[in-house]
């Protein structure tokens, strides 16, 4: 579901030793863009999904496919 999506971004990038900022810069956006979502305020795009999955270098249905 919604938060087991978000929670998985979360584990990837902490397991890739990133930071938000690290993931931020990557995506070129602000950093409450970023924020927003990994702290349940509200649920990202599919478009922001994918940007983050690109700044994490993993395809994201390999990430969507952790969350069944």
């Not at 998985?8 to 810069?25: A, G, H, N, P, S």
């Not at 649920?43 to 994918?50: D, G, Q």
Request: aromatic residues 10%; hydrophobic residues 45%; charged residues 25%.
């Amino acid at each position: 579901t919604k938060t087991k999506i978000v929670m998985q971004f979360v584990y990837l990038r902490e397991k890739l030793r990133f930071t938000q900022q690290d993931i931020v810069d990557k995506m070129g956006v602000m950093h409450q863009q970023k924020l927003d979502p990994e702290n349940m305020n509200n649920f990202p795009t599919i478009f922001f999904l994918a940007k983050y999955a690109i700044a994490l270098c993993i395809e994201i249905d390999a990430i969507l496919k952790g969350v069944e």
